[in-house]
């Protein structure tokens, strides 16, 4: 039987082999990414790629756990975290723990993401003193859409660097066991992860971060367009159309059933 990563596990890769890291929103993903991924998260995105919502702001926490209960079925190894959505924490810690307990019980999941700097920072403590691990997510934080004016790349102005670096080291100080990094400038997530002593895990950051992660179905080709900071280490929207585009195919000139898809009396 395999031990699934631990939380100490992820947390002791600090400046090691970098962390790989990619999202799952259910058991049919999390099986074929299990076998080479560190963390699994359940991300808030699945509102956008798998819902079609035009922001995170749409995923509610009885989603995020549904998705969180298929992808727990579907691994065994990984390290599997949850996000949490939005509105189901920032008003205060008690809301946040109720909300991470939930997650956390209900899914059987390892540890959750919040977005958010030194304004998150007192509900990171309260909940890693409870007993709910956190991991943290600064820079370009999604949920923030509106207050952003867009999905925004971070850090582009290096006055924004001093309150940026600030937000990733108040996070790790409150106790987070890991922080992504999203969509800052490369020298900026350089320093940030230099600066911590829990690993970053970079999107649109840094090679240098100590993990990377990406959306799984943006790396895969799923999209016909995907953010600049992914590579497409596959075609599998095109290899997935064409093969849905035989079965029409088939179906139509009666080509599909063949004699070996069809069944026959005993006699
Ligand atoms: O929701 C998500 O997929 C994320 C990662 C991209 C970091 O938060
Ligand atoms: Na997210």
Redesign the pocket.
Known sequence: ETKRLSVPDIRARKGGTPLV?L?AYSALTARLVDAHADIL?V????AM?EHGMDT?LGATLDMMILHGQSVMRGSARALVVV?LPFGTYEESPQAAFRSAARVLSETGCSAV?L?GGAGMAETIGFLAARGIPVMA?IGLT?QSVMVLGGFRTQGRERAEWERIEADARAVAEAGAFAV?V?GVVEPLAERITAALSVPT?G?GASARCDGQ???LEDMLGFNPRVPRFVRRFGEVGAAIDKAVGDYAEAVRERSFPGPDHVYQPKD
């Open positions: 890291a999202t998260l991300g808030d995105s699945l790629v995170t996000d993401k977005e997510h999604p992504v999203e895990i999107i992660i990406l959306v």
